[in-house]
């Protein structure tokens, strides 16, 4: 295993990566991305074990609810890098348990590598939306056929890839690139059906990176995202060369959403687990600033803090519903119930921001006006400040402003409008977790039990 300062050394291999227009040599000492990167390292720290062949406690893969539950708990405590790489973990095993009848080499060969990457101690991140070009097209009918990755050349040692993924977070700071295809492949698309695994520094891979992260001076005024951030990646397949023993999946299209699925169950289950916590927050919030502006006991203050606390409990038991009922696969790997994890992450995602509208309507124009804390400071304003900041004897002036800072901070400023797009896009959309919910709803149940409660068995139809 790796210390966080090897992990640092690491990352100096040549990999292309840019930011703001420039490129960057050493992620490690710049002075934003830098931060992401020292987020990672100290993961590094928190697990890292002496022993030869020790594997990091949140690479395990769960076997039971109870060690799902368990694993769910600890990636709540951990940085995006370190947590992407699970999900990139359970992803590539889920999928090899899917695939494993028709494609039993592809999937020894996935297994293999997650075996080699958790020795190795590497960190993975996720490559699977396309550029896509015109989305009313499928990916084989482009102007660019370059929209949606794809094989451009092949000899008998691998395939040359090109195209683009975007939105990848944290893509410049891990070592591996999971890249899969972002949907379903039909026949004639089979250049499309690509699923392999790209190390950051392979020639021809270009990431440019984005981020959230405060540019301002004083970071005291972002408590949430000015200490801990993470950037997003455009990552660049300009003809990358993958080796055979990299691939797990080229041209059988039949099965190229195998991958998208797998991935979408990991990502929303994270998703669910972070919005349960996000929506408590949320509930913390809005009771603290309702009892520092004196509007605890108003009735309408009341009930739409009681409407947050309603969302979040129904999240929350999505989240154990989800977990309690999973299913173990014949690797005795413990995968999440499909149907609950989909409902659970859609009803957070659509329903979030009306919270953040509940919070903002309880807590007041203060989330975006109130000073900083250099104002506090500052010996003839401060005071004054904290004066009219104050609300009542009980509540001191620096404290609410504060509290303002965090709100704004987490739900108003750039993190928040990052929250606010990831909440419903991360592990795809709205509309992808209202189709795999269909999927797995038992619908035909469900008109039994109706035809039996109107007394019409003579019409059911088990078939």
């Known amino acids: 295993m790796m210390t966080g300062d090897q992990y640092r050394k690491s990352l100096n291999d040549g990999r292309e990566t840019y930011f703001e227009g420039k490129q960057v040599t050493n992620l490690a ?95 993975i991140t996720q490559c699977i939306t396309d550029a896509k070009g015109d989305r009313s097209r499928r990916a084989g009918n482009q102007d660019d056929p370059d929209a949606y990755v794809h094989v451009v050349d092949r000899s008998d040692d691998g395939v040359v890839i090109r195209g683009a993924k975007l939105h990848i977070s944290a893509a410049s700071m891990g070592h ?5 295809p972002t949907k379903s492949m039909r026949p004639g698309e089979e250049e499309y059906a690509i699923a392999c695994m790209v190390p950051v520094n392979a020639e021809g891979v270009k990431i440019v990176n984005t981020t959230y992260a405060p540019r301002h001076e004083d970071k005291r005024d972002f408590p949430v995202s000015g200490t801990h951030h993470t950037p997003e990646g ?31 169950l990991w990502e929303r289950l994270g998703g669910l687990a972070g919005m349960a916590s996000g929506y408590d927050r949320l509930v913390g919030f809005a009771q603290l600033i309702s009892e520092a502006n004196g509007l605890e006991r108003v009735g309408h203050v009341k009930e739409k803090i ?25 690797d005795g790997a413990a995968f999440p119930d499909e149907l609950y994890t989909n409902v659970g992450k859609y009803h957070g995602a659509a329903n979030y921001a009306l919270m953040v ?11 975006v006006t109130a000073p900083g804390i250099a104002d506090l ?3 003839k304003t401060g005071h004054l400040i904290r004066k009219y ?41 709205l509309y992808a977790q209202r189709i795999v919910s269909r999927m797995h709803y038992d619908l035909k149940k469900a008109k039994r039990m109706a035809l039996q409660h109107a007394h019409m068995d003579e019409y059911i139809d088990d078939r």
């Open 176 to 180: 591996e690139l999971m890249t899969i």
């Open 29 to 123: 000492e710049h002075p934003i991305l830098g931060i992401t990167v020292d987020s990672a390292a100290a993961g590094y720290d928190r697990f890292y074990k002496k022993e030869k062949d020790a594997v990091g406690d949140f690479m395990k893969v769960p076997g039971s609810a109870v060690e799902l539950r368990e694993q769910v708990e600890l990636h709540e405590t951990v940085d995006l890098l370190t947590h992407v790489t699970y999900a990139s973990i359970m992803t590539l095993l889920t999928a090899a348990d899917r695939i494993e009848d028709q494609l039993p080499q592809n999937a020894e060969r996935i297994r293999r590598y997650v075996d080699d990457v958790q020795k190795k101690d590497l960190r």
């Open 234 to 264: 455009f990552v660049i397949f300009d003809n990358v060369f993958i080796p055979n023993e990299r691939i797990f999946l080229d041209g059988v299209s039949e099965m190229a959403a195998i991958f998208a699925h797998s991935l979408g």
């Open 377 to 379: 400071e500052n010996e």
């Open 306 to 330: 009681s409407e947050i606390m309603i969302n979040a409990t129904l999240i929350r038991a999505s989240l154990e519903a989800a977990i309690e009922n999973c299913s173990i696969t014949s």
């Open 357 to 367: 509208r509940h919070l903002h309507d309880i807590a007041g124009g203060g989330v």
């Open 389 to 429: 900041m104050s609300t009542m004897q009980s509540v001191d002036g620096a404290y609410r402003t504060k509290l303002f800072h965090a709100i704004r901070d987490t739900t108003a400023d750039s993190l928040g409008g990052w929250s606010t797009v990831t909440n419903i896009q991360a592990g795809g959309g």
